[in-house]
């Protein structure tokens, strides 16, 4: 890996670069909406396949079942499960395209050059945000895009649950710390309502969501990639009141 | 009454789902027609074939959801499943709302949307007998003549032949002919029976 191409720590990145991030960030927000639209492509030949494999067997009990029909279904079968192959063969060519670049990182640097974009959209909201940065934490090898979307992810389900409060005085803080020797967290707090138990048990599951508009997708990939950083990502209840999202990043041990 | 037999009508952009309903419909003995979006479906639709619609809610074009309407202006009383994708519970709630018959999530069982296809059928059975027998006793009322219509309007305000004779300047002997006249023709009854068919009817006229 070239030191000049990489610095460690992200801060004086060229605006260009930055410009780049963003929309690589904004492009994985909407791999949740598209995730949404692949299920429903899909159903579309699971569907049919469903209908002619229960109309063969219905027509297998009969006596007077024709053989042409039973083999125009299966035609029907075959085809359309050619095209669900189809679309996930799309899908993945589409995930191959966005291979991940990974480079050792300052975590504060990373949370510093979004603080951004993550004010404007709380100020929006008339929500407050907050840094509460560690610092002396050691580097994490990330790709910088994909773990600022999964904090984007994080901001963003606070700003949404803060502003349905009708109160106001929302409040939310990134917050970076080293609870272990070999990892470092990153972690968005809000004073918002926190998250009922029954919802909690779900809250990673693909497809779950408690927004009417929401595909369910945002904590789903948020998990996907931290784990294929070999990290993860957690819920706590924050004290007092309201909700704790982190992700937990491997690090070497500081030096 | 089922002179004819029903046709489901089932209305499906996608192309494999729409030919798959069919093929399953006729497995259990079902006729089909398909079409591939919701204008193509009212050109091809005809009021008086009884049957039912199966009728996907997210098509490009007119929507699932404004094709319900276009036939609730149409006054058509054919009954309407929705099929939704999975997550589509709003857009079904709202499908009900709007009169829908009934609806299903994608991908279904054979033997769910089977079952509701039978009882939207027996709705549409009843929905066609009871217009019917509406017409039935509409044209009986339209046989009347003046007087007898004369006569049927003071006998639901419950006016005694007495009276009656007295505005119509007629003999009660008159009146108890027209009257005698006015239940043969309607084939009610009773008085009771008479007030009934009346309302109804004028019930009928009120609806849109």
């Known amino acids: 890996m070239k030191a000049d191409s990489h610095p460690e720590g992200q801060l004086g990145v060229p605006a260009a670069v930055l410009h780049g991030r963003l929309l690589h960030v904004s492009r994985m927000a909407t791999i949740g909406e598209m995730a949404a639209g692949v299920a429903h492509e899909l159903n579309q030949p699971l569907t049919a396949i469903a209908n002619y494999a229960q109309a063969c067997r219905r027509l297998l009990a009969r006596p007077d079942a024709d053989p042409t029909d039973l083999q125009q279904a299966l035609a029907e079968i075959t085809a359309q499960a050619a095209r669900a192959a189809e679309i996930i063969r799309r899908l993945r060519d589409l995930a191959r395209s966005q291979h991940s670049e990974r480079a050792t990182t300052d975590i504060n640097a990373l949370v510093r050059e979004m603080i951004e974009l993550v004010e404007s959209d709380a100020r929006l909201h008339g929500v407050h945000v907050s840094l509460e940065l560690t610092d002396g934490l050691p580097g994490v090898l990330v790709d910088v895009g994909q773990i600022q979307h999964v904090i984007l992810n994080f901001v963003r389900n606070s700003i949404e649950a803060l502003a349905s409060q009708p109160s106001g005085g929302g409040r939310l803080s990134i917050r970076t710390s080293r609870p272990a020797a070999g990892e470092v967290e990153v972690a968005v707090i809000d004073n918002g309502p926190g998250l009922t138990p029954d919802v909690m048990a779900r809250l990673f599951d693909p497809f779950f969501s408690t927004k009417e508009s929401g595909t369910g997708m945002g904590l789903a990939i948020s998990n996907t990639i931290a784990r294929t950083h070999g990290g993860s990502v957690g819920y706590r209840p924050n004290q007092p009141s309201g909700a704790c999202f982190y992700m937990l990043l491997p690090a070497p041990p500081a030096t | 009454m089922q002179d004819q037999p029903p ?84 857009m079904a709630v709202d499908a009900m709302q709007h009169g829908a018959f009934d ?15 039978q009882r939207a059928l027996d709705r549409d059975a009843r929905n066609r007998a009871a217009l019917a027998q509406h017409d039935r006793i509409r044209g009986r009322f339209d046989s009347l003549t003046p007087r007898e219509r004369e ?39 009773s008085l009771a029976q008479l007030v009934r068919m009346v309302l109804d009817l004028e019930s009928q006229d009120a609806a849109p």
């Open chain 2, 7 to 90: 046709t489901i009508y089932v209305v499906d952009d996608d192309e494999g789902v729409r030919n798959s309903v069919r093929f399953l419909l006729k497995s259990v003995g079902l006729t089909a027609r398909t079409f591939a979006s919701a204008r193509e479906f009212l050109d091809g639709y005809q009021p008086r074939q009884p049957g039912c619609v199966v009728l996907d809610v997210r098509m490009p074009g007119m929507s699932g959801l404004e094709l319900q309407e276009q036939l609730n202006l149409r006054g058509a009383v054919i009954p309407v499943i929705f099929i939704t994708g999975h997550g589509d519970i709003p």
């Open chain 2, 151 to 189: 006569v049927l309007t003071l006998m639901t305000r419950g006016k005694p032949n007495k009276v009656m004779a007295a505005e119509l300047g007629v003999s009660q002997r008159t009146v108890e002919i027209h009257r005698a006249r006015v239940m043969e023709k309607t084939g009610a009854a």
């Open chain 2, 103 to 117: 609806f299903l999530q994608k991908p279904f069982r054979d033997q769910d949307l089977i079952d509701r296809i």
